[in-house]
């Protein structure tokens, strides 16, 4: 039996394909609005831009770059064998791009009063990466 079996018989998880170029950008100063115009399809790059937009109460703007990140990750995880359930592990860097994209776009559903949208949101994160909803609140 191998050691990465899965017991419980659901779908192993997702490890996204590494892309450093967006993450070396924003590590090294580089603005997440000139690394999503560089990289449109990082979500990491567009949870950073819902990041900013939150901290300067841009609520609505927010959401906007969460929403975008978010679907660029699904794109991503459809791409890479996720068939809509499963662990997407916080543990593997390039997860979190899309992982960040998810709770800020809860935060965001929840700041604008949009309940339903937030639960869903917090329980899908928890599903994918009970680390993630704990490392991100």
Same mark, same amino acid.
């Given at each position: 039996?191998?050691?990465?079996?899965?017991?419980?018989?659901? =779908?192993?998880?997702?490890?996204?394909? #590494? #892309?450093?170029? =967006?993450?070396?950008?924003?590590?090294? @100063?580089?603005?997440?609005? #000139?690394?999503?115009?560089?990289?449109? $399809?990082? %979500?990491? &790059?567009?949870?950073?831009?819902?990041?900013?937009?939150? +901290?300067?109460?841009? *609520?609505?703007? %927010?959401?906007?770059?969460?929403? $975008? @990140?978010?679907?660029? @990750?699904?794109?991503?995880?459809?791409?890479?064998?996720?068939?809509?359930? @499963?662990? *997407?592990?916080?543990?593997? +860097?390039?997860?979190?791009?899309?992982?960040? &994209?998810?709770? &800020?776009?809860?935060?965001?559903?929840?700041?604008?009063?949009?309940?339903?949208?937030? +639960?869903?949101?917090?329980?899908?994160?928890?599903? %994918?990466?009970?680390? &993630?909803?704990? *490392?991100?609140?």
């Amino acid at each position: 039996m191998s050691i990465h079996e899965n017991l419980l018989g659901g =779908p192993p998880p997702t490890h996204l394909p #590494d #892309d450093p170029g =967006p993450r070396e950008l924003l590590a090294s @100063g580089t603005s997440p609005a #000139d690394v999503a115009a560089r990289y449109p $399809t990082s %979500s990491l &790059a567009w949870a950073r831009l819902a990041d900013e937009a939150f +901290e300067r109460d841009s *609520v609505v703007e %927010s959401y906007a770059y969460a929403r $975008t @990140g978010y679907h660029r @990750g699904l794109d991503a995880l459809r791409r890479n064998g996720w068939k809509g359930h @499963g662990p *997407v592990p916080w543990e593997h +860097e390039p997860n979190r791009g899309f992982l960040r &994209a998810l709770h &800020a776009l809860a935060r965001a559903a929840q700041a604008i009063g949009e309940q339903e949208e937030y +639960e869903r949101c917090s329980q899908f994160l928890k599903d %994918s990466s009970p680390t &993630a909803a704990q *490392v991100l609140g």
